[in-house]
């Protein structure tokens, strides 16, 4: 026989569950107490990231029905919510939503609905991504330099190349200022086309 869980959560401490609880009652699942899992963490937090989520996760077989009030309490958006889905079904667990009217998001309806959250996943990741190239573009048309800061000046960077030029081995020159091999001979390597043609 199937075993019922719930999962209920609420994003502070001073929030209560109860509401949830209840109205997963009021559906007409029974729940042991030992299989109503709260918890009080922010939504922002991805499930798989929630210590009571990944509790229940280590409990639930193939199987078991996870019941829960809306699909937020699954995941903190589209994308993270239908990765949730997909592992549970994966396990062989059933998924019960009962503000999409109890609908078992693992039958087929539930999976139609899961291709609408799948969309809307997706278009969230390429809104993501093409924000984040937007912003990218904007900072460096404004002249900001991406990657790690030189380990070195430019001053002395200069005289890093007129040592070279005297013959003072890489090696020391890095003790001497304290750095890598690799950001001496990036120096020289930068700077072997200038040297040649001067």
């Given at each position: 026989?199937?075993?019922?869980?719930?999962?209920?959560?609420?994003?502070?401490?001073?929030?209560?569950?109860?509401?949830?609880?209840?109205?997963?009652?009021?559906?007409?699942?029974?729940?042991?107490?030992?299989?109503?899992?709260?918890?009080?963490?922010?939504?922002?937090?991805?499930?798989?990231?929630?210590?009571?989520?990944?509790?229940?996760?280590?409990?639930?077989?193939?199987?078991?029905?996870?019941?829960?009030?809306?699909?937020?309490r699954l995941g903190r958006n589209a994308m993270d919510v239908r990765a949730t889905v997909e592992h549970l079904a994966s396990i062989g667990v059933r998924v019960h939503c009962l503000a999409l009217g109890g609908v078992d998001l693992t039958s087929p309806a539930g999976k139609m609905t899961m291709q609408v959250i799948a969309a809307v996943a997706e278009f969230e990741r390429d809104l993501l991504i093409e924000r984040t190239q937007s912003g990218i573009n904007r900072a460096k048309a404004a002249g900001k330099q991406f990657g790690r800061p030189t380990a070195l000046t430019k001053?002395?960077?200069?005289?890093?190349?007129?040592?070279?030029?005297?013959?003072?081995?890489?090696?020391d020159l890095a003790r001497e200022f304290k750095t890598s091999r690799q950001t001496i001979m990036r120096i020289r390597e930068a700077n072997l086309p200038s040297q040649q043609g001067g």
């Amino acid at each position: 026989m199937s075993r019922v869980f719930a999962y209920c959560r609420v994003s502070t401490i001073g929030q209560t569950t109860q509401n949830q609880s209840l109205e997963i009652k009021a559906a007409g699942f029974a729940i042991e107490a030992q299989r109503l899992i709260e918890e009080s963490i922010s939504g922002s937090v991805a499930a798989k990231e929630r210590p009571g989520f990944t509790k229940l996760i280590d409990r639930m077989e193939s199987g078991d029905i996870l019941v829960v009030t809306k699909l937020d309490r699954l995941g903190r958006n589209a994308m993270d919510v239908r990765a949730t889905v997909e592992h549970l079904a994966s396990i062989g667990v059933r998924v019960h939503c009962l503000a999409l009217g109890g609908v078992d998001l693992t039958s087929p309806a539930g999976k139609m609905t899961m291709q609408v959250i799948a969309a809307v996943a997706e278009f969230e990741r390429d809104l993501l991504i093409e924000r984040t190239q937007s912003g990218i573009n904007r900072a460096k048309a404004a002249g900001k330099q991406f990657g790690r800061p030189t380990a070195l000046t430019k001053v002395k960077q200069v005289i890093v190349l007129e040592k070279l030029a005297t013959g003072i081995n890489v090696s020391d020159l890095a003790r001497e200022f304290k750095t890598s091999r690799q950001t001496i001979m990036r120096i020289r390597e930068a700077n072997l086309p200038s040297q040649q043609g001067g």
